[in-house]
């Protein structure tokens, strides 16, 4: 009887194996695309942040000199070497760039081209009203607003996902919008004009 019970060592049935694998294939593929596009989250964050740097410093400097200004070097904004995103207060900035060779003064900084060196397509990455230093309709004081984007690629289509902030208080609409909570963005808080996490 012992024999018998040593002997008898049984193993999974290739049907048994076959269900397993199945579960295991099933739920990778509920996970992997979950996971993607939490990983393309998380890298919006660095627009986010950069954006409300920018516009604290810009704060800052109003409050000393009562006007914005589209010079980065001016108001001390320089984002750590490997940024993804492109950074600007007066224009498209699209452009990898060495860090080493960045302008900040032009009110532009590129993306780290050690990183990454193709610029991502710009997809709603205008940014409402004309010139970004001097806000359309201001009259009283011609540097009394400002607006800054970021566009970046977050995932591996050419489309950028772009975000924009303002000074402005009673906020701005923005239109054209993909894959965003709301169109109306109040000043102070980065906006989403393209989110590239949904919008395909």
């Known amino acids: 009887m012992l024999n018998r019970l040593l002997k008898k060592k049984g193993g999974f049935t290739l049907i048994e194996l076959m269900i397993v694998v199945a579960i295991i294939g099933i ?9 993607i596009r939490f990983q393309a989250k998380s890298k919006q964050s660095e627009a986010k942040t ?7 410093a810009q704060k800052a400097f109003f409050g000393e ?8 070097t001016v108001i001390g904004f320089d984002p750590e070497p490997g940024n993804r995103y492109n950074y ?3 224009g498209a900035c699209l452009t990898p760039v060495a860090v080493t060779a960045r302008t900040a003064s032009t009110g532009c900084i590129g993306q780290d081209s050690a990183r990454f060196t193709t610029a991502p397509a710009g997809n709603g990455s205008t940014i409402p009203g004309t010139a970004m230093g001097v806000e359309p309709g201001v009259t009283s004081c011609p540097n009394c607003e400002f607006r800054a984007g ?13 975000w924009i902030i303002t000074s402005i208080n009673t906020g701005i609409t923005l239109t054209g919008t ?3 909570d709301s169109t109306t963005l109040g ?12 919008c395909k």
């Open 27 to 35: 739920l990778a593929a509920i996970a992997i695309p979950n996971f």
């Open 50 to 56: 950069n954006l409300k740097a920018i516009f604290t």
């Open 65 to 72: 000199k009562d006007k914005y200004v589209t010079d980065f």
């Open 88 to 90: 600007t207060i007066n």
């Open 150 to 162: 970021a566009v970046g690629n977050v995932d591996n289509d050419p489309a950028g996902d772009s």
């Open 178 to 180: 993909c894959g965003v």
């Open 187 to 198: 000043g102070g808080e980065p906006g989403n004009i393209y989110n590239d996490v949904s």
